[in-house]
């Protein structure tokens, strides 16, 4: 089936602000909404049609995808289209309020459970730790649940009230014309419940912020803008909602004498005049220790030997990258009397041999 044109679906034009396509789309929901229109699937998909328009043209980073790319380029993201009235209501609850006065119940029940937020850590490390990886202890600073009230938000030995509006439901029955929707209780904001008697640590939060060591695990051959993601690390979530998670970002420091590209390492190695001439056998520094390598004779600024297997372990443990090594000739200075007449010897035989 194809997918019709966004902008036709909502009726606006390319260059639509956020406020014409909330507008037109608010327009198009009220027509088409499926309590205002049972048993018409012709309505209900122009519902649908319209939902899944305005939840890619009001998001920035969708709306440029599409422009750019069309439908392709957001099924390319994980975009799948409409994804049913739970997350329609979830999402765009604020228009239904517009419209209808007061909020579907399944959207906004399900809003007061909260996942916790994540945390953001910055971890330097150095060259030769993100090569062959290490473990290492962080402190970090969070939200934690309140250990006075274990997170109910009330004093010790008290507990909330039922509130009287709702019974305790969260939810109260509003009624507007044929529409008959439950929306959340004014009085305790769809908790059900009053905390009379706060806890005197967290203020009726729930929450206090703790400093926690946390142990982490460096892999072998990570890189600067690595990071690494420890579940439920982050911090509570409301209403029995999951914890957040902790994302250590690694920035890693430059070495002395190696450089890094992907799993290879680059040296530069000074060798002399003689050197590069007659060739020799040098120690050359690897990531691990020092390895002998012979240097051809006519050796010239630029070339390069390669040490297979002495780079960066992969990430994924399967192989190492290689050390390629380049040499640069010094040029001799402060010569003294007898070395120049060698050279100037040594460039009179050989130009009689040229």
Known sequence: ????????????????SDDE???????????????RNPGDKQ??????????????????????????????????????GFSGFEDIFSHF???????????NSRGRARSFIRAGA???????????????????????TKLATCSKCEGSGCSPGTE???????????????????????????????????ITKPCNSCRA???????????LKIPAGVESGSRLRLRGEGEPGDHGGPSGDLYVFLHVDDHEFFTRSGDDVFCRIPISFVQAALGATI????????????????????????????????????RRGDQIVEFFVQTPTNLNKKQEDILKEFEKLASKSN
């Open 1 to 16: 089936m194809i997918k019709k044109d966004y902008y036709e679906v909502l009726e606006v034009n390319k260059t639509a």
């Open 21 to 35: 396509i909330k507008k037109n789309y608010r327009k198009i929901a009220m027509q088409c909404h499926p309590d």
């Open 43 to 80: 309505a209900e998909e122009s519902f649908k049609e319209a939902a899944e328009a305005y939840e890619v043209l009001s998001d920035q980073q969708k709306r440029e995808i599409y422009d750019h790319y069309g439908h392709e380029g957001l099924s390319n993201t994980g975009f799948r």
């Open 93 to 103: 609850g604020d228009i239904f309020e517009d419209i209808f006065g007061f909020s």
């Open 118 to 140: 994540d945390l953001r850590y910055d971890l330097n490390i150095s060259f030769m730790d993100a090569a062959f990886g290490l473990s290492k202890t962080i402190e970090i």
């Open 160 to 194: 909330p009230e039922t509130c009287r509006a709702c019974q305790g439901r969260g939810q109260v029955v509003q009624s507007s014309g044929f529409f008959t929707i439950s929306s959340t209780c004014p009085q305790c904001n769809g908790h059900g419940k009053f």
């Open 205 to 215: 939060t729930g929450k206090e912020t703790v400093k926690k060591n946390v142990q």
């Open 283 to 318: 120690d050359v520094p690897t990531l691990e220790n020092n390895e002998k390598m012979k240097i051809p004779k006519g050796t010239q600024t630029g070339n390069t030997v390669i040490l297979k297997g002495k780079g960066i372990p992969h990430i994924r443990g399967y």
